[in-house]
């Protein structure tokens, strides 16, 4: 029998149970240049001592140019990594595991849009934001590869145990996906084959830059839900890649700014069926794959998360809202196993807003 408590071991990485805290984007708790605040060291404290084994961090930028939101966390330069050593120091002495997610962000962005070339795949107008990006060049695309490579160096250097490869929800690499997005005729799209290739591509320079010991992962949609978005079988086709080519682990999740009403990353959750809802697509991934795959998206039951993992091959749960209302949940769990108390009410994915439940830390 699988438990959410139980310890696991991807190479070298030694996890503590299989309770994985979503990147989650606790806005207003950075500076503006992308910097760890006294406010945001508390909240990931509160996390880790709530006994996450692995923590994923919010979204953080690899290059200055492109900042998909205010106040987020950035790794475009070598003055940041000094910002994060003391989160790192107090999840090392929690045995907890810190993992980076890096990203460039593209045109799903409302900040600072006017002062900035923003790029995509394609010159097609965001469906959510209205922004239209500059399709990039093969020189920009190769600036952004390499701008990942040392995204992930840098966060190896702060001491993170390994990265998080931002290739969902509708950013620029996830749009590469969508033939919506990409329209490009050269050999990053087209094709299924061309549309994955800037992912795998980023993945083995990073593999090759930080050795094959060091954990590299990726957050993948499993469908886009939209009119000509990615489906299901373009992204089962990329997590088999990635898995062949050696990723240590794929967060399931789907959606975007521009998905059908009720059908994006952050839903609504109003019944008990409602909940996990992208099991059926991260089941059937798992089954596909060696990697091991964590499923996001809607947990809030023990009972629903504890027959996930028996049901399918799905090795890790990862959690982002319910954890913003109780980050001391994995912990709450093992004496109480009533479910999550978030109501899915998403005031905490707007700027400055913590849970409403919550007693409140001061905003920047
Ligand atoms: C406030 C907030 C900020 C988020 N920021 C990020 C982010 O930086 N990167 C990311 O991949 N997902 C982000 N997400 C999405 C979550 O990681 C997760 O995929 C989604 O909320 C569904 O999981 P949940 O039902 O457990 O909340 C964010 C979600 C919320 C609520």
Not at 130 to 143: F, H, R, S
Not at 147 to 173: D, E, M, N, T, W
Request: with cysteine; hydrophobic share 35%.
């Amino acid at each position: 029998m699988k438990n959410l408590f139980d310890s696991m071991e991807i190479k070298n990485l030694k996890l503590k149970n299989r309770a994985i805290r979503s990147a989650t984007n606790e806005r207003a708790f950075c500076s503006e240049k992308g910097e760890l605040t006294p406010q945001l060291i508390e909240l990931y404290k509160e996390l880790i001592e709530g006994d996450v084994g692995t923590l994923i961090t919010s979204f953080a930028n690899v290059l200055e140019s492109d900042q998909p939101a205010q106040y987020m966390l950035g790794i475009y330069n070598e003055q940041l990594i000094e910002s994060y050593k003391p989160i790192i120091d107090i999840a090392n002495d929690n045995n907890c595991k810190m993992i980076l997610q890096i990203v460039y962000g593209g045109s799903q962005t409302s900040y600072n849009v006017n002062n900035r070339i923003i790029l995509g795949p394609s010159s097609v107008e965001n469906l959510s934001s209205k922004v239209i990006p500059k399709e990039a060049t093969i020189e920009e695309l190769n600036e952004i590869k390499n701008a990942f490579v040392q995204g992930a160096l840098r966060a190896k250097k702060a001491g993170f145990h390994g990265v998080q490869i931002h290739g969902a929800h509708g950013y620029f690499l996830s749009q590469f996906m969508n033939p919506y997005y990409n329209r490009r005729e050269d050999n990053y799209g087209g094709s299924l084959e061309n549309r994955a290739r800037i992912i795998l591509e980023i993945y083995q320079d990073i593999r090759k830059a930080v050795g094959e010991e060091y954990f590299v992962s990726i957050k993948l949609n499993c469908e886009d839900f939209m009119e000509n978005g990615s489906t299901f079988s373009d992204n089962l086709y990329l997590a088999k890649e990635l898995s062949n080519v050696g990723i240590d682990l794929i967060e399931i999740s789907g959606g975007s700014g521009s998905s059908y009403k009720d059908q994006g990353v952050i839903r609504a959750i109003k019944s008990i069926e409602e909940e996990s809802y992208f099991y059926e697509q991260g089941k059937l991934i798992a089954k596909e794959i060696k990697a091991p795959v964590s499923l996001v998206g809607g947990h809030k039951r023990y009972e629903k998360i504890d027959n996930i993992l028996n049901d399918s091959k799905i090795e890790f749960i990862s959690i982002s809202r319910a954890l913003v209302s109780e980050p001391d949940l994995i912990n709450r769990w093992k004496i109480d196993k009533t479910p999550s108390r978030c109501i899915s009410c998403n005031k905490c994915f707007f700027r400055g807003k913590r849970c409403t439940l919550l007693p409140k830390i001061k905003a920047l």
